[in-house]
């Protein structure tokens, strides 16, 4: 009995400690399940209140004063020509067509540069001067030959003279006019010779001069010079290259494989990234008929307009040239109609409610002559914000800034 005791009362207090340890667990259970179960509803809850806000940004509102200040015109979206485009980086060079060399008429030593490369000139402009024997020479005979007119002038005055007292024979009178129209001849004509070469040619002057002047034919840019001060050049030696840089050439030199798909008056379209990436449009001019032995390419090449000269000459472009049709249409829409918000490319597509606009995500193509291909997110026939579709852009953005825009049909 007495050793039995203590076992009896220990088993009956492990059982009620287990119990209760049974109860505690039970009820932290519990606990765990309810608090949990908030837990995921207010998870729930949570996303679902972050979800909607992220699709009503696919609806856009916006007032009418701002609409009416946006200018907002509308295009829709067509199908056209399934094309063919070569692209291919090319370069601007003068138009070979425009080109000038200058050269001078005599030899000589050049004494004075005026001009430098990238100097615009206008016709008449002193490119250089030189120094010249030749020049010299007929600056010497011009000299004589307006002396001895002057003395054929004197004779011809005295000889009329004595022929009006009936002193003189009427045969002297025609000698002296003769000598007098002669001496005159000459003098013309060494005058002209040295105006031709750009010498002066000073009336009644007894200075003998030797340098002459070398001057632009017509307005244009120069491109090379080709000669130093001092340097002696032969009459006919090319000093100076110009060239008229209202149009110039861009050249793309094409692989052999690319070639058969390009064709003289195809529509060209030359993006130049230095110049803020600006398209300028032109057609292909030429295609040259033989291939470069060495890489297999042939030059192609497309005149264009270059006002104010702001292509220039050694610029690289990107240029895309219109090939062969290759069957089938594309969706295409105004190039002005693509709008970049975030990582997101979208179109505005105006819904029934006015002021309400739909904010599509597209997939785009090639950019060509003004127009993008679309190939995914619209529809042929539908309408899209070809112009105001920044404005719009702003005010979605300043939506989601929380400032007072209407976003989705919802005050933000």
Do not use: C
Request: hydrophobic letters at 45%.
């Amino acid at each position: 009995m007495t050793t039995d005791s203590p076992t009896r009362r220990l088993s009956r207090r492990d059982a009620v400690m287990l119990a209760a340890g049974v109860l505690v667990a039970f009820v932290t259970f519990g606990l765990w399940t309810v608090f949990s179960d908030e837990g995921e509803e207010a998870s729930t809850e949570a996303e679902q209140a972050s979800a909607a806000p992220q699709a009503a940004t696919d609806e856009l509102v916006v007032r009418p004063d701002v609409l009416k200040a946006a200018g907002i015109e509308l295009a829709t979206v067509r199908l056209g020509p399934r094309v063919e485009r070569v692209t291919a980086s090319g370069t601007v060079e003068p138009n070979e067509l425009q080109i000038q060399d200058v050269t001078p008429l005599v030899s000589g030593r050049v004494e004075r540069l005026s001009v430098v490369e990238g100097s615009a000139v206008r016709a008449g402009t002193v490119l250089l001067t030189m120094s010249s024997p030749e020049v010299a020479e007929l600056q010497g005979n011009l000299r004589a030959a307006e002396a001895r007119l002057a003395e054929a002038d004197a004779t011809l005055t005295r000889t009329r003279r004595l022929v009006d007292l009936g002193a003189g024979a009427g045969k002297d009178l025609v000698a002296a006019e003769s000598a007098q129209g002669a001496a005159q001849a000459d003098v013309a004509q060494l005058r002209q010779r040295l105006a031709a070469l750009g010498a002066s040619a000073s009336i009644g002057s007894t200075a003998v001069a030797s340098t002459t002047s070398v001057r632009a034919a017509s307005s244009a840019t120069v491109i090379e010079r080709l000669v130093n001060p001092g340097q002696w050049i032969e009459a006919g030696t090319a000093v100076i290259k110009l060239a008229n840089l209202s149009t110039v050439w861009v050249v793309v030199n094409l692989p052999e494989a690319r070639l058969p798909a390009v064709r003289v008056g195809a529509p060209v379209e030359i993006r130049v990234a230095a110049l803020d990436n600006i398209v300028i449009n032109g057609k292909v001019a030429y295609i040259e008929s033989h291939l470069d032995a060495e890489t297999r390419t042939a030059p192609v090449r497309v005149e264009v307009p270059n006002p104010g000269h702001r292509l220039r000459i050694g610029m690289f472009v990107e240029v895309a040239i219109e090939g062969q049709r290759t069957g089938g249409d594309q969706l295409m829409i105004p190039s002005a109609a693509v709008q970049r918000i975030g990582e997101r490319t979208v179109v505005f597509v105006p819904l029934d409610d006015a002021g309400k606009f739909q904010i599509r995500d597209v997939e785009l193509g090639d950019e060509f002559d003004g127009l993008r291909v679309v190939l995914t997110g619209v529809r042929a026939g539908e309408r899209v914000v070809s112009k105001g579709g920044f404005t719009l852009k702003s005010q979605l953005l300043k939506g989601q800034f929380g400032e007072d825009e209407e976003l989705g049909g919802k005050e933000r």
